[in-house]
Every structure is written in structure tokens, then in C-alpha cells.
């Protein structure tokens, strides 16, 4: 093996940057003139602007310029979107209502930006906000989805009469009634996946400039997908044409979905650079963070499974209201249903499934896709109904599930997601040894010694990555495939740039895209560099979520490699005196087979260049090519996360006692960033279950919006991780990959609930399980005294 080729645990070439305080963030530019902005938003939930005034805060030393939502609509410019159309079970449009850059007459969420200061200084900015006197007529706010529908409910938006965007479904609903009528036994069950805020550790940030000479905007922000964002807002909100804006998303300090979209304050930025004519820098303050990022998950769900005799599942019935918050962010309508429903069949053959979605407007911060998107949520309908089915059936979770394991690939589930290659039973049985389930019973006893109550629970996840092949998701109804490109530009010594259309913020591709050029190429890895995130320089691309990175802009990678070789072997027959065809590359080097004729690929870059040993009429000079791909299907990683946790039972505090994670990822880059990987994933996975919860009260405050009550994983909360592989190469892609950057966030919640349930005995507990709620929950299933 290429000791920095596919297969090795090469370091991250990006840590000496990050870890030597040399990273170079958004923040950390600042542009000849800058100026700063402060947004005035909302105290209320929900309320009617009926006077902004502001005349003192214009007034006040280095305002440059105060802004409302009313000049920016004399502007005529447009709207943020939902880009994903979903349709109603009878076939209407979902109803979008319009989401200004700064809110107009009516503000509907605490944290709705409705003015804007602009000053020489972030100081002088943030005292003139404070002196905007606005009168509001404060409104009924509604924070809970399920009963944002019912009848009296205050209306949020004119265009959603029950507050509900659509009613979404897939599935047969008679055949499923008919098969869950068929059903032996049925566990039923009432749960609600909770609200969570990502809080990567850099907050979002913009810088904007206008070059009023060139008619040209560059923004500079963080951004998971630069292109992406230049082509909604020049394309929807209309402040900049594409080709007059260039966006650069430089180092970005984690993003987990949370910097896919496009948010108002870059869009203002853009806007009032060009007003003012100066740069516009805005940078968020924590607070700020809490109620402007795009939050994620927010379901309540009634599900149903239903068994035969031979426990054998018949069916799948589920019911979910999705809390879209209080505007459709940029890609919120796939995530309830495209992401969420067709992966409702897990890792089982189940002959039916019907589920109901209907997402709702409430005057919450709006929802969208945080890490997993719509998989965890999945995940976690499914293994806790298998895991309580167990339990209501008296047999073995582990052999439940092996008995509806999907066991033959190509798979067709009925919720249209078709499973290429997987070996489920290997995973789950590779994980049991691992994690030494025989001895759960001798541990358990010498818990309860101790006083303490230990539980076991399995999560046998699957999920679908790889966003997004056009074909798949045009027949969904979706109508955006979501392909990749890559360019490789070998420069004439032989060194090579990669310029991708993902982007790093975390994942380590500086590393793993090398290791793949290294191992194609045959030259060390420190002859390779990546470049992302600036859409000047990069030909375009749709940037990195949904694990998509490897399999789809690795894939555009070995794509334009496979030219570059074509081409290169060209090259080498007229060099080598050789007949193409007899041309062989390997390990760096063109030779023609059988002679030991042979030239080194830097020797033949730079023959490319110089150009006058091969007929340049006929072969271009230079080495450069570039490819986009779009892959034939998703990617389908799976595995068995088994997780074991001791309840103190006088203080409900759960502590993680042991994990073991085997996970399928088809071929592996660098298994040391993969083990990463899902690591940060297990953690965020069991900070949804012990300790995030976005908390609104009944006014619409979000009363956990600091860290100080927004409790977030610590290192103290894990014990070492036990990971380990199995493989089935993925067939849809040239390298066999699956993703792996959500498989941790997707399996741990429910294989830490199956845990918590299984140690005090009780389902009747909702995430995030803190000491309080496992202790009521304990209080509440112990028989009356
Ligand atoms: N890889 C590999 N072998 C495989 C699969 C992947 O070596 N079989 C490598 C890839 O080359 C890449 C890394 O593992 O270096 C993750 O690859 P992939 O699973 O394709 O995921 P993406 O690169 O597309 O990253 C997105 C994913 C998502 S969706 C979220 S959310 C998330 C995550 O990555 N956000 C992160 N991991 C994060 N990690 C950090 N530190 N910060 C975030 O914001």
C-alpha cells in the first residue's frame, strides 16, 4: 500500500494550521474601510411592527446608515426561499410564505431581524441599535407543533390558514390498512425527537464589499456550499448577478448543516455594501447564534409496527408533525419528508409502510437539516419501536432484528430508497462480540450491587448519503439533483491542485482528497493541494453535507484523474516511442509494457507544458482536466451502535458505561479520520439524548438560548469508544465509498434510549433524558405505595 495513498491513517495535513492558531476564518479578514453591522431584532415571538423609529439612533456618533425592512423592499428585491417543492397528499403546493431579508409589519420569531445599524465601529453600531424605538402590538405566539394545527390556533402566515405548509405522505394507506389489520401484534408508541440548536464552535459571520468601479460584490463567509449560495442569492434575492459575485468561504469552524443556508444578515451585508459603498463586517455573538441558526430535528411522531405469529414484521404505519419554525429555511422541506420517510424501513424488509407528514409554522427560530437531517429522526422511529416490540413480544432484541434483517442486494424498500450492498447481520454480530453482550447479565448484577440500574440498547441504523443522484431524486418529485465537480490541474513539475466543489469545515478533505490523488498518481502527498471555497477559482459546485463528500466529489475527482491518465498516456506513446494502447501507469510511472521504457509522471508533466516532443496539433499541451459527476444512486452506510448506561436510581443521572460502534462504510480513505468521524458524531448523537433541548416557553422565549442552559457534551459524558468495520463496497460509485460524517449523530440517540428504557423499565421518557426527567420517569412507572 502507498503509505499516503487509499487505506492509510495519514494525519490531517490541515491540524498545523488549525492547532497552530493559523487558520484563517471569516472573521479574521478585514477589508480597507470595513464598517460594521448590528441587526435590531425581535424580543417578542410574535408580533406587529407598528412603529420603528429612527431618527436618534441615526443620530448617534459613527452611524453610517439605519436600515428597515422597508428600504430594503424599496429596492425590489426578493425573498429567501425553500429551494425543495413538496406537494400535499392532494396534489396542492406547499405554502411558502414569504421570508424577507429584514421583516416587514410583522415579526414572527424572537431573534427576527427587522433593522440594521451600520457604524464605523461594532461598538458605536451596537449603541445606536439600542436606540431604535420600536412600538410593537405584541401577538399570541405558538411554539408547539401539535398545536399549531388545531382549530383556534393563532395564525402565523395569511398563505397557511392552520399554520400548516403541507401534508405530505408516501406509502399505499389501504394496503398498509389491510396489513397492520393482518398484524398478530402491534407496539404503538408517542414520542417527540427533540429541538436542537448545532452550535458550531465559530458563529456565523459575513463580510461584504462592493467594488462600485467593477459592479462587482465579493462576500466572505461561512459558508458550507459558496456556489450554492451566490446562485440563491443572485438568482432569488436578486442583490447581486452571479457573475458579479464572488464568494469565498475560507476556514469555517464547523458547520453540522447549520452554514448550508442562506441566511438574512449575509444577503444585508451584500445589500448595504453597496448602499453605504463601504464593506459591511458582521459577526455573531452567541446569543445572536441561538436564535438566527437554523435549528434541527422538532418531530412529534406516533408510530406503529406490526408482527405476524412468527414475529415477522407486516407493517409500518407513522405519523408526523415536522416544526418548520417560523419561515421555510433553505432546504426544511426535504428534510421531514425526502430525507426523513425513505429511510423509515431501516434495515428491515417490512412489506408496508404508510407515513403522514405534515410540517407546520410556529414562532420558533425555522428548522432545518442538522447533522443526519431527517435520518436520525428515522433512525430513532424505527429502532425504538424494534427494541420495544422486543420487549412487548418477551424475545431477544438482537434476534428480532436478525430475523427481519434485509438480507439480499439489491434491496427495493417500499419507501423508495433501493439498498445497494449492506450485510447487516455482520455488523450486529461483529458488534456483540466486540462489546462482550454475553457479559451484559454479570454486569448488570454487579451494577445493581453498587445501586444502580444498567440497561443495554441497540441501534441498527441505516442511512441514505451521498446527496444527491439527479435521477433518484427527480422521480422522488424533488427535481434538484445535486451533483459534484473537481478539477485537476497538474502544474508542469509535476505537483497537482485539486479544486473541488466541496468544502471542508472539519472533515479533514485537505488529507483525504490528497491520500486519493497520492495513491492515483504515485506522488507523495505533500505534492497535492486542495483548494475549496472560493467560487472565482473553483468552476462550480454544490459544496459538503450529507455526507456526500467522499462518495460523490471524491468520485469527480477520480473522474477527471481518469482523463488526466488518458491524456497522459498519450503523451507518453509519442515520448516512449510507443503505441498507446501498450502504455501502462503505475506507481507514478508511464512504461510500455514488457521494456523498461518508462518515464516519471513529473518528467511527463513537464513535457506536457514544454510541448514540442508530441504533435500539439493533435493533443492539447497541458495537463488539465476537469469532470462532474452525478452518482447512479445515494450511498447506504449501516451498522449497530450498542451503547450500556448505569442509572443511579435517587438521582435519575445516567452515565454511559460503555459503547461499541461497528459501522460499514464500504472502501475507507483514512480510517483514523473516519474513527474521528464518527466520534464527533456518537457525541452529538448522545447530547440529543442526555442534554440539548431548545426550550421555548409558552411566549415564544427560547429560555435554553445560552450555553449556560444549553447543556452541551463534555468529554466526561463518554467513555473510550469501542469502534470497528465491516465491509460491503458500495456499488454506485468508483471507489466503493460510504459516507460516514452523520452515521454516528443518526445511530446513538436511540441506541442510548433503548438503553435508559431498558434499565428502568419504563418507555414512558422523552430526549433529552437529563437526571430529572429519568427520575420522573422512574417515579412514575414504580407501583403506588
Ligand atoms: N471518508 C473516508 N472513507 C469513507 C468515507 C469518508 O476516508 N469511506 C472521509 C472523507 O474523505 C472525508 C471524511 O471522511 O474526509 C467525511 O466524509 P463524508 O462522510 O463524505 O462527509 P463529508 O465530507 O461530506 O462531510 C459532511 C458530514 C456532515 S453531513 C456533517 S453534518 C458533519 C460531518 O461531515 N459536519 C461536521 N462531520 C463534521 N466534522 C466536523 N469537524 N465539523 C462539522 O461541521
Redesign the pocket.
Known amino acids: 500500500m502507498n503509505a499516503t495513498g487509499i487505506g492509510a491513517a495519514v494525519r490531517r495535513k490541515e491540524d498545523q494550521r488549525f492547532i497552530t492558531g493559523k487558520g484563517h476564518y471569516t472573521d479574521d479578514h478585514a477589508r480597507p474601510g470595513q464598517t460594521f453591522a448590528s441587526f435590531v431584532r425581535s424580543p417578542h415571538a410574535h408580533a406587529r411592527l407598528a412603529k420603528i423609529d429612527v431618527a436618534a439612533a441615526s443620530q448617534m456618533p459613527g452611524v453610517i446608515a439605519v436600515y428597515t425592512g422597508d428600504d430594503f423592499a424599496a429596492d425590489k428585491l426578493g425573498n429567501l426561499i425553500c429551494g425543495w417543492m413538496i406537494h400535499s397528499k392532494d396534489g396542492s403546493p406547499m405554502l411558502m410564505a414569504p421570508h424577507p431579508a429584514l421583516a416587514r409589519g410583522k415579526v414572527n420569531h424572537v431573534g427576527d431581524a427587522y433593522a440594521v445599524v451600520i457604524a464605523e465601529t461594532l461598538a458605536q453600531a451596537k449603541d445606536a441599535a439600542e436606540k431604535i424605538a420600536t412600538d410593537f402590538e405584541v401577538l399570541p405566539a405558538i411554539t408547539d407543533p401539535a398545536q399549531a394545527q388545531k382549530q383556534g390556533a393563532q395564525q402565523i402566515h395569511d398563505v397557511a390558514p392552520d399554520n400548516t405548509i403541507y401534508r405530505w405522505h408516501i406509502g399505499d394507506a389501504d394496503a398498509n390498512a389491510g396489513a397492520m389489520k393482518s398484524a398478530k401484534h402491534i407496539t404503538r408508541l408517542d414520542f417527540i425527537n427533540n429541538r436542537l440548536v448545532p452550535n458550531?464552535i465559530e458563529p456565523r459571520a459575513a463580510i461584504a464589499e462592493y467594488d462600485a468601479g467593477a459592479e462587482h460584490f465579493t462576500l466572505w463567509t461561512t459558508s458550507q456550499n459558496p456556489h450554492v449560495a451566490r446562485l440563491v442569492i443572485s438568482a432569488f434575492v436578486g442583490v447581486a448577478p452571479e457573475h458579479k459575485l464572488r464568494v469565498i468561504a475560507p476556514d469555517v469552524g464547523?458547520?453540522?448543516?447549520s452554514k448550508i443556508f442562506i441566511y438574512p444578515e449575509e444577503v444585508v451585508c451584500l445589500w448595504a455594501s453597496k448602499k453605504t459603498g463601504r464593506p459591511v463586517k458582521w459577526t455573531a455573538d452567541r446569543s445572536e447564534a441561538f436564535v438566527t441558526d437554523a435549528h434541527g430535528r422538532d418531530h412529534v411522531t406516533h408510530a406503529e409496527l406490526g408482527f405476524d405469529e412468527n414475529n415477522k414484521i407486516v407493517g409500518m404505519r407513522v405519523k408526523t408533525i415536522a416544526n418548520l419554525g417560523a419561515y421555510m429555511s433553505t432546504f426544511s422541506s426535504a428534510v421531514p419528508t425526502y430525507l426523513y420517510a425513505t429511510l423509515l424501513s431501516g434495515q428491515y424488509a417490512i412489506p408496508s409502510i404508510y407515513c403522514e407528514v405534515d410540517s407546520v409554522y410556529t414562532n420558533t427560530v425555522p428548522v432545518d437539516a442538522y447533522?443526519g437531517a431527517g435520518r436520525p429522526e428515522a433512525t430513532f422511529v424505527v429502532e425504538r419501536l424494534i427494541e420495544v416490540s422486543a420487549r412487548e413480544l418477551g424475545v431477544d432484541p438482537a434476534e428480532l432484528r436478525k430475523k427481519n434483517f434485509v438480507k439480499t442486494f439489491p434491496y427495493q424498500t417500499v419507501v423508495a430508497s433501493l439498498y445497494d450492498a449492506g450485510d447487516y447481520d455482520a455488523s450486529l454480530s461483529r458488534a456483540m462480540e466486540i462489546h462482550d453482550a454475553k457479559g451484559f447479565a454479570k454486569r448488570k448484577r454487579e451494577s445493581a450491587k453498587k445501586g444502580k440500574l444498567r440497561g443495554i440498547g441497540y441501534s441498527n441504523y441505516i442511512e441514505a448519503?451521498g446527496i444527491a443522484p439527479s435521477a433518484v431524486v427527480g422521480s422522488l418529485g424533488a427535481g434538484v439533483g445535486l451533483w459534484e465537480s473537481a478539477e485537476v490541474r497538474v502544474n508542469p513539475t509535476g505537483t497537482v491542485e485539486i479544486l473541488t466543489g466541496?468544502h471542508?469545515?472539519?472533515?479533514?478533505?485537505e488529507?483525504?482528497?490528497a491520500q486519493l490523488v497520492s495513491d492515483r498518481l504515485g506522488i507523495p502527498i505533500d505534492q497535492v493541494s486542495i483548494v475549496h471555497g472560493d467560487t472565482d477559482k473553483v468552476q462550480f459546485g454544490m459544496g459538503?453535507?450529507?455526507?456526500?463528500?467522499?462518495?460523490v466529489?471524491?468520485s469527480a475527482i477520480v473522474k477527471a484523474l481518469d482523463k488526466v491518465e488518458a491524456k497522459a498516456k498519450k503523451i507518453a506513446a509519442h515520448l516512449l516511442e510507443a503505441a498507446e494502447g501498450d502504455i501502462e501507469f503505475k506507481d507514478g510511472k508511464f512504461t510500455v509494457a514488457g521494456t523498461d521504457k518508462a518515464i516519471g509522471f513529473g518528467d511527463l508533466a513537464l513535457q506536457a507544458y514544454i510541448g514540442h516532443k508530441f504533435p500539439t496539433q493533435e493533443i492539447e499541451p497541458g495537463l488539465k482536466e476537469s469532470a462532474f459527476y452525478d452518482p447512479t444512486n445515494f450511498t447506504f452506510p449501516a451498522g449497530c451502535h450498542i451503547c450500556e448506561v448505569e442509572v443511579d436510581p435517587d438521582t435519575g443521572a445516567t452515565t454511559i458505561a460503555k459503547w461499541t460502534a461497528v459501522d460499514d462504510?464500504?472502501?475507507?480513505?483514512?480510517p483514523m479520520?473516519?474513527e474521528g468521524?464518527v466520534h464527533?458524531g456518537i457525541a452529538q448523537g448522545v447530547g440529543q439524548a442526555l442534554l440539548e433541548h431548545a426550550v421555548y416557553d409558552k411566549d415564544g422565549q427560547l429560555v435554553s438560548g445560552s450555553f449556560m442552559d444549553y447543556a452541551m457534551p463534555r468529554a466526561e459524558n463518554f467513555p473510550t469508544f469501542e469502534v470497528g468495520m465491516t465491509t460491503t463496497v458500495c456499488p454506485s460509485n468508483p471507489l466503493g465509498?460510504?459516507?460516514?460524517?452523520?452515521a454516528g449523530a443518526i445511530a446513538a440517540p436511540a441506541a442510548v434510549m433503548n438503553a435508559i428504557t431498558n434499565a428502568i423499565g419504563t418507555e414512558e421518557i422523552d430526549m433529552p433524558a437529563t437526571p430529572s426527567a429519568v427520575w420522573r420517569a422512574l417515579r412514575k412507572s414504580m407501583p403506588a405505595h
Request: proline share 0%; aromatic share 10%.
Open positions: 458550531a464547523g458547520g453540522f448543516g447533522r448519503c466541496c471542508a469545515h472539519g472533515q479533514g478533505h488529507t483525504t482528497f459538503t453535507y450529507g455526507s456526500r463528500s467522499g462518495a466529489g471524491m462504510f464500504g472502501t475507507v480513505i483514512n479520520i473516519v468521524q464527533g465509498i460510504k459516507g460516514c460524517g452523520e
